[in-house]
Structure formats: C-alpha cells, structure tokens
C-alpha cells in the first residue's frame, strides 16, 4: 500500500503546476466510467495567453506545463488514486468529479490531455497565430534526454524507483504516450468573419507537418505505428500524440459556417475527429456543406468491409443540433454507407410536423434499414427531444417494409402518393466525375445545378441509387446520392458497377432516446416493432417528473437480441421484469432500471435456474427510486444475501443517497474484488486452442501499452468489448467489483 510520503518528491513540481494552472485557468476532470468506475484524469489545458510576459516567460511555462503533465501521466499509469490524492493534497488545481455509468472509449487510459487552442486571445492576429503554433511544436511532442530539465530527470528515476517496488507491473515506465485532443472553437473575439478560423486551420495544418518541428516530435496516428507493435523499451519517456481534433461549436455565424465547412473539406488527412458537433447552416451554401460531408464520411470502403485507412479521417461521432434542408439530406444519406463514422447524435429542434415527419424518414432509411445495417459503420445512435405519433411511425414503416426503400423515402419527402410511374433500378451505379447534378434547395425554393466533381474530390465514392422513370425516354432521372441526398441526373452519365460490399450485420446498434413528451406505450411499442431486431443495447430517457409507464413485456418481445437495457425516470414491475426475461429467454448483461421491489431482483439472481442469474454481469441498482414499501435495511439484507449465492454478476453498482452511502459500504464492500469461480466444466486443452487464435499482444498487452489508437481500436476483429467477453469466458475465474455511489 503506498502513502503520500513515498511521493514527497513531487512537491515541488505540484507547486510549480499551481502557478501555471492558476495562471492559465488551466482545470482537470476526475472520470469515472462504468462498470468498474476506475478513475481517468482529463486535463484540460490552456496555454498561456499574457500578453505582458516576455518570452522567455511564456518558455517556462511551456516547458513546466509538458514536464509537469508528463510526470503527473507517469504517475497516474502506476495509480491514478496516487495522482489524484496528489493534486487535492498540494491544491494543484480545480478538479471536477463525473460519474458516468456507461463505458467510454478512454475509460482503460489514466490520463489524458486537452488543449483549448483557441481560447483567451489577443486581438492582434499576429500573436496569436505565432502563440497557437507554438503552443502545439510546445505542448504535442515527444520528451527524451536532450530536451528536458535535469529536475524531470530526476523525479523520473525516482518515478522508476517507486514502480520498481510494486506489483502494477515489471516494465519500465520510458516510452509512455499521452493522448493529446486538440479543441479548436471560433476565436472568442471573431464574431463576424471566417478570417480568424481559417487562420486558425492554416497553422493547426502547418505544425501537422513534422519539418515544421525544430527541436521536437510531432505525429499523428494516421502515421504513427500502434503501440502494441513497438519495441517494450524506448528511448524517450513520454510522447504526447495527437488524438483527435475537436470542434465543440461549430454552429456560428454564417461567414464563420461556411468557411468551417470548407476547411473541414480540405484539411490535412492526418486529422482525426473524435467528437465533431455540427451546425449545417447556413442552407444557402448547401454545396460547402454536402462537400464537408463527402470529405468525412463518404470514402469507399474497403474489400473485407473494415474502415478506408487511403483518406486518414476519421469521425467518431457526428452531433447535429439544427438543420433540416438539404444538408441533413445529404448528411443522412452518407450515414447510410458511410465506413468512417460509428455515433451519430442528433437533436431535435423545433420542426413542423412535415419536417419532423421527413427527418424521421430519412432516419429510418439510413440507421435502422436493411441497406444501411448491412453497409454503414454507425453502431451508436442518440436521439434527443424526440416525439412519436401514428403518421411518423406509418411513415418508418413503409420504409423499412419496402423492398425498395429509397422510393419509398422519395416519396415521403417529396410528398408523393402515387408512385405508378415509378421503379426502383436494384442494379448499381457510378457518376461521370463531370456529371452535372440537379438540386432543390428548400430556402430559395429553387433548382440549382452542381459539379459532382466539386462536391466529391476523394477517387472512389459509393454507388448511387437510381429511381427509374418508367418513361426511359426522359432524360433525367432521380437518383439517391450519398453526401447529397436526393438530386436529378442524366441518364447518360450512369455507369454501371459490379459494388457489392454488403457484409452479414448482426444485432450492434445501441440506442439512446430521450422523448421530449411521454410515448404511448402503443406507440413506444410499434417503434421497437420497427427497429428493435438490429438492437444489442437500448438506453430510453422519459420526461422527469411524470407518472408513465414502459411494456416490458413489449420490449424484450420486439428485441429479442438485447444485451443492455437501460430505462430512465420510470419505475419498472420487478415481478413483471423477471417473468419477461424468462418468458422471452432474454440474455441480459446489463440492466439499469428503476424497480419497485429490488428484493424480487434478488431473488431472481439468486436462482441459478433463472435466465436472468446466468447473464447479467452488470447491475446498476438505482435505489433512490425505490418506493417506501422497502426500507433500506431490507434493500441492503437482500443485496448482501444475493452476492453471497450469486457466482455469475461481475458489476454490482448501487445508488443510494448521500445519507446512505457508509451503511450501504459497510454491508456490501466485503464483497468487493471476491474472486468468482467460473468455466470449471471447460478442459484446459480446449482453453489453449481457444486462445491460440489470438496474438500475445492481444491477450495482455503491458499496462502501459494499452490501445491508444481510436481509429486501430474501432478496426479490431473483434474489437475491445468482444474480446473482454471472451476471455471472461475462457478464464477460470473473475473478480467481481462492487460499488455503492451517490447521484
């Protein structure tokens, strides 16, 4: 057990991170993710940006700020409880607690860093652009002996020393990699022009170059080689790679809208977005904006259907809050095939009921149908403020019934009643690259033509859908275009194509949905009838504060695949809840609800007979819900009796309030990290040849050579959470972990 003592040689380097922080506004996030809850420290940094300090001044800040973060990583690698008992004890600097209970793709890394590029500027470009270029040769490089202080030497040998003495692992700690998020906003100071952005961009792009680097090392995974293939000693003790850029607010002002988009089109490829937030706006420049969309999502993907590496960007989550023209059009269309996205996030704004309808439409057809689910990376849906009623749900299922489903989504949003003179041509199609295509922009109600060659620069795009006139004598047809949605072309500008990626698709969407008004339960249930096949984890938010109710029943009938079942801000029958899941022989490994009687649950897992006590491995046990009828006493006697008998549940995670938290602790932590013996039936020569067919590196990468790589971690086959299932399966044993938590 290590104490603070062992690490009084940090001191000084928490009091010179203070002033840098305090300077700065520097802060730092303490995540907590779930199901273990193990914590990850999330620095959020601010470069220094005073104008009065010489420069000289602004160096050692720099300098302090890369040595002082790389020291803080190494220690969090060997305890990230050190870390954090190390910054509230010298009041480093503000640290925010998150408790989250879904799992998050940084949730197996300790530390990570943020840099807020673009905040506290001057007014004087001139500085600015040369603060923001150094800021990044600074502050995303690789540390070894010549460029650092004799001090951070020294603090490392002893870092070295202290992991010499533990069991966390036997490696040194030389040739760590820090993740580094580049967060690029408007300048706070540009409210009228794109001038400051593209300035911005230009330099981001610049300092991509690595002969821009002097002293330094700069990469990014695009072109750097994944850790599980480096050499275990390195030469260097800390690399910051960039990880991703960042573009939290991009919904601006026009001129700022319009050359965002054009710069996100263009931009280096060694970019990777992990969390990019969009605005389509504004809808007169539609064609910056389905050129953005061509950029990120719309490259052909490759042979054995994994994500393109030939364009290097990658988009992990695409988060629309306000459009409704023809870029969500053409944004939905490229979600239906796209390889490089895998969330999508969308909020709902104030539409009519003819928008909402066709949003709904085009949501159907390009998440939830059997083109898109055979072709499109996207595995993560949310949805926010949404509504349902008979005409949005009649609408979905013409769409998803349909053998042809874009003519049936060209009907829904052209309005069309009689498709007579209408056929859908199933073979498929490439456009000339100087095809000219017809567009109908809503704003101006008017036709527009464009360059299919100005929209589309990558070589290779996806095929297009043809909905065939039956009048072949027409010389323009409509066609269904990934990036632009639907448009007008010739027929003498069709080639045909032999593009068949399809791929088998098995149940891997997880869906989070949160109604701004309560569903009838008639309704909630038509909606998973529609959807509820492609669905592996189910996450639904009802309005707070009302008294609703959810057909279980309905649920595990409609989603016969479900794994996670979250529901949130309505209290569930546990009676109910138990004979569903036996009735529908439902494989549970998750469940987040709020029961009326946890004592029913408990007794569920403790039958080893029930289905429910052979599956679920993680229990998010909400008990501020509970109502009165069960005291506390009782909750917690049940709880404690469950894990004595219980051998299959891995989580445990129990909610109580504030108030509650000790007792709750002291009856439940002796169960916490119990080993559980599981598989025992299972001969270890069939063990061996089970886990033969996965490379060493896989199995047990050293612990500081855990995946990194978002872009290599989302290409695994099978990736991360497949593979822990998996040796949870073969290993003779598990530790299980109990939390108890306030919220």
């Known amino acids: 057990m290590m104490t603070l003592e062992q690490w009084i040689f940090m001191a000084q380097w928490c009091a010179d991170m203070q002033a840098v922080f305090t300077a700065t506004g520097s802060t730092a996030t303490v995540w907590k993710w779930g199901p273990d809850f193990r914590p990850a420290i999330q620095f959020t940094i601010i470069p220094p940006r005073d104008s009065k300090s010489k420069p000289i001044e602004r160096e050692q800040q720099l300098q302090t700020l890369r040595e002082g973060l790389a020291l803080f990583d190494a220690v969090a690698w060997i305890d ?122 230009d330099v981001i792009k610049n300092v991509l170059r690595t002969d821009q680097i002097g002293w330094g090392w700069f990469s990014s995974f695009s072109a750097h080689p994944s850790t599980l293939d480096r050499r275990p000693k390195s030469s260097f003790y800390v690399s910051y790679v960039v990880d991703a850029i960042n573009i939290p607010n991009a919904r601006t002002l026009s001129g700022v809208s319009v050359t965002l988009m054009k710069l996100i089109a263009d931009m280096s490829s060694d970019a990777v977005f992990s969390d990019l937030r969009l ?73 009519s009921e003819a928008q909402t309808k066709k949003m709904w439409a085009w949501l159907a057809y390009a998440l939830f149908s059997h083109q898109s689910r055979s072709s499109s990376s996207v595995k993560e849906i949310s949805i926010f403020n ?18 042809d489903s874009e003519t049936e989504l060209l009907a829904v ?29 809503v704003i101006d109600d008017r036709v527009v033509s464009w360059k299919y060659a100005d929209i589309f620069k990558q070589k290779e795009a996806f095929p297009v859908v043809v909905i065939n006139h039956i009048d072949i004598s027409s010389k323009w047809v409509d066609a269904l275009v990934p990036g632009i949605g639907f448009c007008k072309v010739q027929r003498s500008d069709l080639i045909l194509c032999d593009y068949m990626n399809y791929i088998e698709f098995e149940p891997d969407l997880t869906l989070e949905i949160h109604f701004l008004e309560l569903p009838k339960i008639g309704h909630l249930a038509r909606f998973l009838r529609l959807i509820g096949k492609h669905l592996c984890c189910l996450w639904i938010h009802l309005p707070s504060g009302v008294c609703s109710k959810v057909g279980i029943p309905s649920i595990f009938k409609f989603c016969p695949f479900l794994m996670e079942l979250a529901l949130h801000n309505v209290i569930i029958s546990a009676a109910t809840f138990v004979w ?60 404690a009796q469950m894990l004595t008998r219980n051998k299959v549940l891995h989580y445990l995670t129990v909610v109580v309030k504030p108030s509650r938290v000790d007792a709750f602790r002291s009856g439940l932590m002796q169960f916490h990290l119990t080993i559980l013996k ?17 490379p060493s590196s896989v199995i047990r990468p050293p612990v500081k050579q855990l995946v990194k790589n978002h872009r290599r971690l989302c290409q695994l086959t099978p990736d991360t959470p497949v593979i822990k299932r998996i040796f949870a399966f073969a290993a003779d044993c598990t530790v299980r972990k109990v939390n108890v938590i306030s919220s």
Request: with cysteine; hydrophobic share 40%.
């Open 80 to 201: 990230a409880d050190v870390l954090i008992a190390i910054l509230k004890t010298n009041d480093v600097c503000r640290l925010i607690d998150q408790e989250e209970s879904h799992m998050f793709v940084l949730s197996e890394i300790p530390a990570f860093v943020e840099i807020e590029v673009t905040r506290k500027l001057t007014k004087d470009s001139s500085t600015d652009f040369a603060w923001i270029h150094d800021d990044l040769v600074s502050l995303c490089c690789r540390l070894d002996e010549p460029n650092t202080s004799k001090s951070f030497q020294e603090a490392w040998e002893k870092l070295e020393a202290i992991l010499g003495t533990t069991l966390y692992e036997s490696q040194p700690l030389m040739g760590l990699e820090v993740p580094v998020r580049i967060v690029v906003g408007k300048p706070e100071y540009s409210k009228a022009s794109g001038t400051a952005s593209r300035r911005v961009w």
């Open 413 to 441: 949003c052209n309005k069309m009643e009689d498709l007579a003179g209408y056929a859908q041509d199933l073979r498929d199609y490439e456009l000339r690259g100087d095809t000219t295509v017809q567009v109908y922009e």
């Open 580 to 639: 569903a899941c036996t009735f529908y022989r439902m494989k549970l490994r998750r469940v987040e609800c709020h029961f009326d009687d946890v004592r029913i649950i408990t007794t569920a897992l403790e039958n080893c007979s029930t289905t429910l006590a052979r599956t679920l491995c993680w229990w998010h046990c909400d008990l501020k819900w509970m109502p009165h009828v069960v005291s506390d006493a009782e909750a917690l006697d049940a709880l």
């Open 279 to 351: 605005c389509l706006v504004p809808r007169r420049n539609s064609q910056y904006a389905c050129r953005m969309i061509s950029a990120l999502l719309c490259d052909k993907a490759s042979p054995d259907g994994t994500t393109t590496d030939q364009r290097g960007v990658t988009c992990f989550g695409v988060d629309v809050q306000d459009c409704s023209g023809l870029e969500m059009d053409g944004l939905l269309s490229a979600l239906a095939v796209t390889r490089s996205c895998r969330a999508f996030t969308l909020t709902f704004s104030r539409y």
């Open 678 to 694: 599981r598989n025992g039936n299972l001969q270890i020569p069939s063990k061996l040849a089970f886990l033969s067919i996965f």
């Open 386 to 403: 949404a509504c349902l009623d008979n005409d949005i749900l009649d609408s979905m299922m013409k769409i998803l019934k349909a053998n």
